[in-house]
């Protein structure tokens, strides 16, 4: 059955442009609601007059479709806390910089270099009931490591989401706020009081247990990289992992394995129906075992972090198992289908997590494209069998998630089919090893003959990945793609996957023309590069990197060659361009028929020359009183290489004498065109 055949697929397809058009047109509760309201009268009217006809028409199938659209835009619209008065965001005053927050913390995040990092759930503000999620940052000189279930008072200004510093930087707040979160604080132990009471719900608990797992096998002398690993692949835990590690599976394309998924979740009901399969076949046990089986995934989910990877894969193989109890043929559409339709419902900014959308788009492909390339090749023997289909599904995944990986990573890893062949045997072996010692783990009694071969699997596991990623040459990094390359780069998968599935004239034609398709979204990517022209100051702590860019060529101006990596990378591929020449600063450039004076720590500049831009950089000591009167600039730009504290004193000066002041510490990179 082809899946646009299915009517939840179009219901599905609804409810997810109804989350999509109310998170781009910033749609108002009431508004959504009001649609809502209207779709639900249309639906009904066209439900009954469908009823009373002999001879279905399309308007009641269009009403359908309009309801599950609405209903997806009034969901989004009820899940955003800027719409709930309730939400703390609402109460803060802006006479009051220092609120006083009681929070309760739900969940711990990787923790920076200074801070230990938590996803916290807030109670109540100036004494008042609300809601609402809130990151908070907690000072390590300060602070021991908390528990979850923590009750924290903190008098501490909410810091809110900001735009990024840094042209085509990752937008932080815009993935905070994707999360319904907020805001965040920051604290040391003057502005906390930790209550010694602790909220004792199923995050709790499941922390708890986490944490006597771990501290269990650390006891026993666990390797530490190895119990990082370990913690991810079956506790969800990925805060502990060195970040060199973390890189070297992203740059062998492994890093997939290292947060919960349907892989992982497939392993628990495997090794769940082994466990089981001694029951007898009777009705009543059947009953008993899909009860188990579903409290074990829900309870894994839990104990997992409750991450929209393991909610999407515990959902579609909780369907998959009571499919099997009824005895009934499952669709995998099906249960793909009504797991995202009832996630969405619940949760609508699964949506926009790179993870979730990863998820899915793999595993449709899997399903979809998988039966396709199994019967190219059939081997007789069971080990190249077994092969055959770890290559058959890597290949159906990496296809299905190429777009949108190079639309959010820029990079390909060449080497995919030789790390998932390596990986999936090693993941099946430390799975089924891993659940039992887990499981041991958690009583304490963990047998060396289970233990030392866990720990070797995934030391080796961690080297070859290490010596996949060092073939740096297989790795392509760095590549341009936007929003409308990505759409018509699927547009050609999908073409290409039709037409191989039953090729006739008029798909080959389509195939061609998605083709000229992403060559058109290509070349008009590079043509309004191409005509474009800017001089930036880039937001650098404790150097100034400038550049000029004319066309797809780009100057740089800095004192420190190694600081040009991190600013300007992103913003070379998002422009399609790159570096032609790396010069030194100066005191003057020219730049669209307009001067520039750059004063630096030296304090001196061309006296004579009246500039269009002042531009200060490590911290000058002058007079800028003076400095005026003999410049007179129209604007003054402070990058990050200056004292905060002079900063503050140029400032005030400006605003006294009416001269527009541009810090990139607090308003970003300055952009001239």
Same mark, same amino acid.
């Given at each position: 059955?082809?899946?646009?055949?299915?009517?939840?697929?179009?219901?599905?397809?609804?409810?997810?442009?109804?989350?999509?058009?109310?998170?781009?047109?910033?749609?108002?509760?009431?508004?959504?609601?009001?649609?809502?309201?209207?779709?639900?009268?249309?639906?009904?009217?066209?439900?009954?007059?469908?009823?009373?006809?002999?001879?279905?028409?399309?308007?009641?199938?269009?009403?359908?479709?309009?309801?599950?659209?609405?209903?997806?835009?009034?969901?989004?619209?009820?899940?955003?806390?800027?719409?709930?008065?309730?939400?703390?965001?609402?109460?803060?005053?802006?006479?009051?910089?220092?609120?006083?927050?009681?929070?309760?913390?739900?969940?711990?995040?990787?923790?920076?270099?200074?801070?230990?990092?938590?996803?916290?759930?807030?109670?109540?503000?100036?004494?008042?009931?609300?809601?609402?999620?809130?990151?908070?940052?907690?000072?390590?000189?300060?602070?021991?490591?908390?528990?979850?279930?923590?009750?924290?008072?903190?008098?501490?200004?909410?810091?809110?989401?900001?735009?990024?510093?840094?042209?085509?930087?990752?937008?932080?707040?815009?993935?905070?706020?994707?999360?319904?979160?907020?805001?965040?604080?920051?604290?040391?132990?003057?502005?906390?009081?930790?209550?010694?009471?602790?909220?004792?719900?199923?995050?709790?608990?499941?922390?708890?247990?986490?944490?006597?797992?771990?501290?269990?096998?650390?006891?026993?002398?666990?390797?530490?990289?190895?119990?990082?690993?370990?913690?991810?692949?079956?506790?969800?835990?990925?805060?502990?992992?060195?970040?060199?590690?973390?890189?070297?599976?992203?740059?062998?394309?492994?890093?997939?394995?290292?947060?919960?998924?349907?892989?992982?979740?497939?392993?628990?009901?495997?090794?769940?129906?082994?466990?089981?399969?001694?029951?007898?076949?009777?009705?009543?046990?059947?009953?008993?075992?899909?009860?188990?089986?579903?409290?074990?995934?829900?309870?894994?989910?839990?104990?997992?972090?409750?991450?929209?990877?393991?909610?999407?894969?515990?959902?579609?193989?909780?369907?998959?198992?009571?499919?099997?109890?009824?005895?009934?043929?499952?669709?995998?559409?099906?249960?793909?289908?009504?797991?995202?339709?009832?996630? @969405? =419902?619940?949760? #609508?900014?699964?949506?926009?997590?790179? &993870?979730?959308? +990863?998820?899915? $788009?793999? %595993?449709? !492909?899997?399903?979809?494209?998988?039966?396709?390339?199994?019967?190219?090749?059939?081997?007789?023997?069971?080990?190249?069998?077994?092969?055959?289909?770890?290559?058959?599904?890597?290949?159906?995944?990496?296809?299905?998630?190429?777009?949108?990986?190079?639309?959010?990573?820029?990079?390909?890893?060449?080497?995919?089919?030789?790390?998932? @062949? =390596?990986?999936? #045997?090693?993941?099946?072996?430390?799975? &089924?090893?891993? +659940?039992?010692? $887990?499981? %041991?783990? !958690?009583?304490?009694?963990?047998?060396?003959?289970?233990?030392?071969?866990?720990?070797?699997?995934?030391?080796?596991?961690?080297?070859?990945?290490?010596?996949?990623?060092?073939?740096?040459?297989?790795?392509?990094?760095?590549?341009?793609?936007?929003?409308?390359?990505?759409?018509?780069?699927?547009?050609?998968?999908?073409?290409?996957?039709?037409?191989?599935?039953?090729?006739?004239?008029?798909?080959?034609?389509?195939? +061609?023309?998605? $083709?000229?398709?992403?060559?058109?979204?290509?070349?008009?990517?590079?043509?309004?590069?191409?005509?474009?022209?800017?001089?930036?100051?880039?937001?650098?702590?404790?150097?100034?990197?400038?550049?000029?860019?004319?066309?797809?060529?780009?100057?740089?101006?800095?004192?420190?060659?190694?600081?040009?990596?991190?600013?300007?990378?992103?913003?070379?591929?998002?422009?399609?361009?790159?570096?032609?020449?790396?010069?030194?600063?100066?005191?003057?450039?020219?730049?669209?028929?307009?001067?520039?004076?750059?004063?630096?720590?030296?304090?001196?500049?061309?006296?004579?020359?009246?500039?269009?831009?002042?531009?200060?950089?490590?911290?000058?000591?002058?007079?800028?009183?003076?400095?005026?009167?003999?410049?007179?600039?129209?604007?003054?730009?402070?990058?990050?290489?200056?004292?905060?504290?002079?900063?503050?004193?140029?400032?005030?000066?400006?605003?006294?004498?009416?001269?527009?002041?541009?810090?990139?510490?607090?308003?970003?990179?300055?952009?001239?065109?």
């Amino acid at each position: 059955m082809k899946v646009w055949q299915f009517p939840l697929a179009r219901i599905t397809l609804g409810l997810v442009f109804g989350i999509l058009f109310a998170f781009f047109s910033a749609l108002s509760l009431s508004s959504s609601l009001i649609l809502l309201s209207v779709s639900t009268l249309a639906f009904g009217v066209t439900f009954y007059i469908a009823q009373k006809q002999w001879i279905q028409n399309a308007a009641f199938g269009w009403a359908v479709y309009f309801l599950s659209f609405c209903l997806g835009s009034a969901t989004f619209a009820l899940h955003l806390g800027t719409n709930h008065r309730s939400n703390y965001i609402h109460q803060l005053s802006i006479s009051d910089a220092t609120p006083t927050l009681e929070v309760v913390l739900r969940e711990k995040l990787k923790s920076s270099q200074f801070n230990y990092r938590y996803l916290a759930i807030v109670k109540r503000i100036h004494h008042q009931n609300c809601t609402g999620r809130i990151l908070v940052n907690c000072n390590k000189e300060t602070i021991k490591e908390l528990s979850i279930g923590t009750q924290l008072q903190i008098k501490s200004g909410v810091v809110l989401p900001t735009q990024p510093l840094n042209p085509d930087q990752f937008d932080y707040g815009k993935y905070l706020n994707n999360k319904s979160i907020l805001g965040q604080v920051y604290v040391d132990a003057s502005e906390v009081k930790i209550s010694p009471v602790f909220v004792k719900d199923a995050f709790y608990y499941s922390d708890a247990i986490r944490r006597t797992i771990l501290k269990n096998l650390e006891h026993d002398h666990f390797k530490p990289n190895e119990l990082a690993v370990l913690g991810a692949l079956l506790l969800g835990q990925q805060q502990e992992i060195a970040s060199e590690i973390v890189h070297d599976y992203q740059l062998a394309g492994a890093v997939h394995i290292l947060s919960v998924s349907g892989l992982h979740v497939g392993f628990i009901v495997l090794f769940l129906n082994f466990v089981l399969n001694f029951l007898p076949k009777k009705k009543r046990y059947s009953y008993f075992k899909l009860g188990l089986t579903l409290a074990a995934l829900w309870s894994f989910a839990i104990l997992a972090g409750l991450s929209p990877s393991v909610i999407r894969s515990v959902t579609m193989f909780s369907f998959l198992a009571i499919g099997l109890h009824l005895k009934r043929k499952t669709n995998i559409f099906h249960t793909l289908l009504v797991s995202l339709f009832l996630i @969405l =419902i619940f949760e #609508p900014s699964f949506l926009f997590d790179v &993870g979730f959308q +990863l998820s899915y $788009v793999a %595993l449709f !492909f899997i399903v979809w494209v998988q039966p396709l390339l199994d019967p190219l090749w059939q081997p007789k023997n069971k080990f190249a069998i077994y092969f055959w289909n770890i290559l058959t599904v890597s290949f159906a995944a990496q296809i299905g998630t190429l777009p949108l990986s190079i639309y959010y990573f820029h990079q390909f890893p060449g080497l995919f089919f030789v790390t998932n @062949l =390596i990986v999936i #045997p090693f993941l099946s072996l430390i799975m &089924g090893l891993g +659940l039992l010692v $887990v499981v %041991l783990a !958690f009583w304490n009694r963990i047998p060396a003959f289970l233990l030392d071969p866990l720990e070797q699997s995934i030391t080796l596991l961690n080297y070859m990945i290490h010596r996949i990623a060092s073939l740096e040459r297989f790795i392509i990094q760095d590549i341009p793609c936007n929003s409308w390359m990505m759409i018509s780069l699927y547009l050609g998968i999908f073409a290409f996957i039709f037409c191989f599935k039953k090729p006739n004239f008029q798909r080959i034609i389509g195939v +061609l023309v998605t $083709v000229l398709i992403f060559q058109v979204s290509y070349f008009c990517s590079k043509w309004n590069t191409q005509k474009q022209n800017e001089w930036i100051v880039f937001n650098a702590k404790k150097t100034t990197i400038i550049a000029e860019r004319l066309g797809e060529n780009v100057t740089v101006y800095t004192s420190d060659l190694v600081a040009t990596n991190n600013p300007i990378t992103p913003y070379l591929v998002a422009n399609f361009c790159s570096i032609t020449a790396t010069k030194p600063l100066g005191n003057l450039a020219y730049f669209n028929s307009k001067k520039i004076v750059l004063l630096d720590s030296s304090g001196s500049y061309p006296r004579n020359v009246k500039p269009d831009i002042l531009v200060f950089r490590q911290s000058p000591k002058v007079n800028l009183d003076r400095v005026l009167q003999t410049c007179k600039p129209k604007i003054i730009v402070a990058d990050a290489s200056n004292y905060k504290s002079y900063v503050g004193l140029w400032k005030a000066t400006c605003l006294k004498e009416k001269i527009p002041f541009h810090n990139t510490n607090e308003k970003g990179f300055f952009r001239m065109r």
